[in-house]
């Protein structure tokens, strides 16, 4: 088996584009009940999710963005690994692929959470609409939020360019995914900015640790890129100087 069908195995989808569907719709639902049921479901926490200073939404879209920004993180170096040939020895391309891909729509699930949730909070009073439709939520740093909800739609461009491959082409897919370096750093300015929390010491800490490994596996990887550009000039050279 050539390098050429080994790649084509490897990077072939293990999710449906149904499947996906299906698993983001069910998401979004999920998350239009939360709104409506969670006050009547808790009534504990009837003050707190709709009073005159309701938290507990705000709470839940924060904690929520933590763990999509993770699962971005993840996809990001999961993707990297598998580039850089790290992934080959521990787990193996294919299973590193498979959770590539699988943690990608799962980052876009905990997306749409972590937007829709807020439908919740009568304090911000973001509308459809403002969630939606980029830089249209006037009422709360509408820049840094648009920007997150234009990584949202950048997001889910590349996790379903996994769909289209065969019709788009391995380079340009390859070209799709290059945009991944720009939505993660978009990203973590979302997060930075729009954030509450973002002057606790411990969300300092996650976003230095995060945003450096990303960066660190990318360095590695244009080494590694380099490396093999030189080598396979060595061969060609010796390849043309070799007597036939």
């Not at 069910?26 to 006050?39: D, E, M």
């Not at 938290?55 to 598998?82: D, I, N």
Request: glycine residues 6%; hydrophobic residues 50%.
């Amino acid at each position: 088996m050539n390098s050429e069908t080994q790649e084509a195995i490897d990077y072939e989808s293990t999710v449906g584009l149904q499947t996906a569907i299906l698993f983001l719709l069910a998401f979004s639902v999920g998350t239009i009940f939360a709104v409506v049921l969670l006050p009547i479901m808790i009534p504990s926490l009837e003050f707190s999710l709709g009073g005159n200073s309701p938290k507990a939404f705000w709470f839940l879209s924060r904690a929520s963005s933590f763990v999509a920004l993770t699962l971005l993180w993840l996809s990001m170096a999961l993707g990297l690994t598998m580039t850089n040939k790290i992934a080959r020895v521990w787990p193996g391309v294919p299973a590193s692929f498979a959770i590539h891909e699988y943690v990608s729509l799962l980052g876009i699930g905990f997306s749409i959470f972590h937007a829709f949730i807020l439908l919740g909070d009568d304090y911000i009073a973001f509308t459809v609409r403002q969630i939606l439709i980029p830089f249209t939520t006037v009422g709360y740093k509408p820049i840094e939020v648009g920007i997150g909800q234009t990584v949202f739609y950048g997001w889910a461009i590349v996790a379903f360019s996994f769909y289209i491959k065969s019709r788009i082409g391995q380079k340009t897919w390859r070209w799709v995914h290059y945009l991944s370096f720009a939505l993660y750093a978009a990203a973590m300015y979302h997060g930075i900015f729009s954030g509450t929390d973002s002057k606790l010491s411990w969300v300092q800490y996650y976003y230095w640790i995060s945003g450096t490994s990303i960066l660190f596996l990318l360095i590695y990887r244009i080494m590694v890129a380099i490396s093999t550009a030189i080598e396979k000039s060595k061969k060609a050279k010796l390849a043309n100087q070799t007597p036939q």
